[in-house]
């Protein structure tokens, strides 16, 4: 599809508008526009405003002229992300302890639980129109479709992955499912899914234009999740940028971040992955076929942004954009993951085989690629070290977020669902269709968006697959399955969690396991070693 490639027209809007901020006040608003937008695998320096060579001039402005925070948190995988932010719960309180694996236990239903309620059902309560676009991955049982966890309208795809220009199973047996709404959608030969998700969004709120009511989007791309597909316009700017190499990348990134601020001095680049072979030691043919790979991967961050700067034109275009908060983050961390192995189809395997750039192709950027979407930090998706958490976080609020604010507090996905109710002056229930519903764990972001004291976390927790952390403060306790050791660092002279102090503040470990475990008592969380017992008594039966 031929979409515009920048936005450099709302970009002097916006740039102008911020000369008024000289002695910035918040203004008090109606109701706003609330619009969250999820990046699907994208790292945490993959963004120009934290470190990245990509070019992302749509999400930087909005960077500069609102909020970055570099603590922000997400829980290192899709399905249970995307649980968090809907419910402002933990995962598993929500039902998504895992993934999508339907199991008899209240925290691994794979599916969201009767007792929590989504932001879209809670604003939709409050007066709001509901809009999704993009990868739902929250069960594709049809009572669990968006439009029956309270979207007024959705298009996107109901799984967790597929080919970005059209449907194409990669597991034996897979049935992958695009829906409009409560029906199956087919997409078309000009189907590329970020402009497509946003074509849908855009017309969504167009449609709400003369409701007189505002609105709720959640538009969550599956870009940049693997098979690595761009259209070639997008490619070619940036096809030989990488054959500099993984390390020489990983440095300019690190010290970028250094002088934006993002990092601090005391924070090292952590070494090169173990499973990432030295790059001077790769063939000719090994680094190009690597480069085609990264130039694709970034060909999709940046058709991604360029897809935000169509919506935020459309918000200009309706009058809209300055009573719109939109706030972007990531699901998980870089994803190491391959394209091999049983799990996927013949073809499928063959596919990966060819280059990234060929539209028929299904590849992954794997530990090489995911290694440097993650620096400065270790570990990758599905950990719960920083490679796996840690995403860059921006809001954007015209007149209400002082420019260029930066925070370094640790927040969490869960604060999404409790910001959006408070900015739009709408009651968590106490139950929702006659059922119970669990208190939120969320702290609302609104005093920080406001340019006020934000009180914050005490701490916050983390689990998936056995894998296992707290945050507290300058803190943080990580325990890697199945080893099971705990492990401390120190997060302000330590991010990149590379010295284990644990043995020097042997109270502090105490403190915070004894935390972690009467959490995890009541947050539904089961020790994965019970749940993989459970997964292969239920296959021999």
């Not at 929250?138 to 959705?154: I, S, T």
């Not at 699901?331 to 063959?350: K, L, Q, V």
Request: charged share 25%; proline share 6%.
């Amino acid at each position: 599809m031929n979409k515009s490639n920048t936005f450099i027209a709302a970009g002097l809007i916006a740039a102008l508008g911020a000369a008024v901020f000289f002695n910035f006040k918040p203004v008090q608003k109606a109701k706003p526009n609330i619009i969250i937008i999820l990046a699907d695998d994208m790292g945490y320096s993959d963004l120009g405003s934290f470190g990245s060579e990509i070019n992302t001039p749509n999400l930087d402005l909005m960077a500069e002229e609102g909020l970055k925070m570099t603590n922000f948190y997400n829980t290192s995988r899709c399905c249970p992300t995307r649980a968090s932010l809907l419910t402002g719960l933990y995962p598993h309180q929500a039902g998504v302890g895992h993934m999508v694996n339907e199991r008899e236990h209240a925290g691994y239903r794979g599916m969201l639980s009767d007792s929590c309620v989504t932001i879209a059902e809670a604003l939709k309560e409050g007066g709001y129109s509901t809009f999704m676009a993009g990868k739902w991955h929250l069960n594709d049982r049809p009572e669990h479709w968006p439009v029956r966890q309270g979207f007024d309208r959705y298009f996107g795809l109901l799984d967790g992955a597929n080919s970005h220009f059209g449907n194409r199973p990669y597991r034996p047996n897979q049935k992958l499912t695009y829906a409009l709404d409560d029906k199956v959608y087919q997409p078309g030969d000009d189907f590329y899914s970020s402009d497509t998700y946003t074509d849908f969004a855009m017309q969504f709120i167009e449609e709400n234009k003369d409701s007189g009511k505002p609105f709720f989007l959640y538009l969550a791309f599956t870009a940049p999740h693997w098979p690595l597909h761009a259209p070639e316009e997008d490619i070619a700017r940036y096809r030989g940028r990488y054959m500099e190499g993984w390390d020489n990348l990983r440095r300019q990134r690190y010290e970028k971040m250094l002088e934006m601020g993002i990092i601090n001095r005391a924070e090292k680049l952590s070494p090169r992955d173990e499973n990432v072979p030295d790059w001077d030691s790769l063939s000719e043919e090994e680094k190009k076929r690597w480069d085609d790979k990264m130039a694709v991967y970034a060909a999709m961050v940046d058709r991604m942004d360029q897809n935000i700067g169509r919506l935020r034109a459309k918000l200009m275009e309706l009058g809209q954009d300055e009573n719109t908060i939109i706030m972007f983050l990531s699901d998980n961390g870089g994803s190491y993951e391959s394209i091999s192995g049983p799990s996927f189809t013949a073809e499928i395997r063959e596919a990966s085989q060819k280059p990234a750039s060929d539209p028929t192709s299904f590849t992954a950027y794997q530990y090489e690629g995911a290694n440097v979407s993650n620096t400065p930090f270790r570990k990758f998706k599905r950990w719960e070290h920083e490679g796996g958490v840690a995403t860059p976080f921006i809001a954007y609020y015209p007149g209400v977020i002082k420019p260029g604010t930066v925070n370094h507090q640790a927040a969490h996905v869960i604060d999404l669902m409790t910001t959006s109710l408070d900015l739009a002056g709408v009651k968590y229930p106490e139950s929702y269709k006659g059922v119970p519903v669990k208190p939120m764990e969320g702290i609302s972001l609104k005093p920080l968006l406001q340019g006020q004291k934000w009180e914050g976390h005490k701490e916050i927790f983390f689990e998936h697959e056995g894998n296992r952390a707290v945050r507290q403060g300058e803190w943080k306790l990580v325990s890697e399955y199945p080893e099971g050791n705990w492990a401390l660092y120190n997060m302000v002279r330590d991010r990149a969690e590379l010295n284990d102090v644990s043995a020097e503040h042997p109270e502090k470990v105490k403190e915070l396991k004894s935390l972690y475990e009467k959490w995890a008592s009541r947050a539904n969380v089961v020790p994965f070693a019970r749940l993989e017992e459970y997964d292969r008594n239920r296959k021999k039966n």
